[in-house]
């Protein structure tokens, strides 16, 4: 059975600093991986994919994401963050369903 | 990537009554989804809706309790029925297209 664990509830860097936020996941398959991002009172936002193209995955924002099958992790990181990038970040496993990881929040300190 | 209309955004309703929330999408999909995210928590998928066949509920979740409707490739509707506090949650609908998913902006409902 497919699951996603993200490591981190709750994670805080200063602004300028990297983000690096952790996923891991279990699949049967090769399964389609994404980072989606949710701001305060709006809507769920695609950050990222992976599809079994390229392992470096780039999205939007400055984010990026390595698939390592061997580790079996989806990790996001960002070199840089910024005050408008506190939220809550989401890992998700699509096998043969949908699966939503539990959420990290990333503070943003100044 | 689709446009999906998701209302009503909120709503606050009276114990025992039901919540039909809509989803209407610019284009025609497949499949929608239905999730339900509880105050702090996570999405979970409710069910799965095909145009012309029943919905496909997932674990804990039941048709009784959240009837789905899929009259077309581009409208669906949830109800929550019978409702109580414990039903107060943020709900979703979502379209899969060219490898992502997009979600509707959501209605947050509040049982009292």
């Known amino acids: 059975a497919q699951s996603v664990t993200q490591l981190d509830s709750h994670v805080s860097v200063s602004e300028g600093t990297p983000v690096l936020l952790r996923c891991n996941y279990s699949?049967?398959?090769?399964?389609?991986l994404f980072w989606y991002v949710q701001h305060p009172n709006k809507g769920l936002q695609l950050l990222l994919k992976?599809?079994?193209?390229?392992?470096l995955v780039k999205g939007i924002n400055g984010f990026e994401a390595e698939f390592k099958k061997s580790e079996t992790s989806f990790h996001l990181t960002k070199p840089s963050a910024h005050m408008s990038d506190a939220a809550e970040y989401f890992c998700v496993v699509e096998d043969d369903k949908i699966i939503f990881g539990k959420g990290t929040r990333l503070h943003i300190l100044p | 990537s689709a446009v999906i209309s998701q209302k009503p955004s909120r709503d606050i309703c009276q114990r025992g009554t039901s919540l039909t929330i809509q989803c209407q999408v610019d284009s025609q999909v497949t499949m929608m989804f239905w999730y339900r995210q509880q105050p702090g928590q996570s999405l979970t998928l409710i069910a799965t809706?095909?145009?012309?066949?029943?919905?496909?509920?997932e674990s804990g979740f039941v048709i009784d309790k959240f009837p789905i409707s899929r009259p077309n490739l581009t409208f669906s509707t949830l109800t929550v029925s019978n409702m109580s506090p414990e039903d107060s949650s943020i709900y979703l609908c979502s379209v899969g297209r060219d490898g992502s998913y997009t979600f509707g902006s959501g209605t947050r409902l509040t049982v009292v």
């Open positions: 809706a095909n145009q012309g066949s029943e919905a496909t509920y």
């Open positions: 699949s049967s398959y090769s399964p389609s």
């Open positions: 992976y599809t079994s193209a390229a392992t």
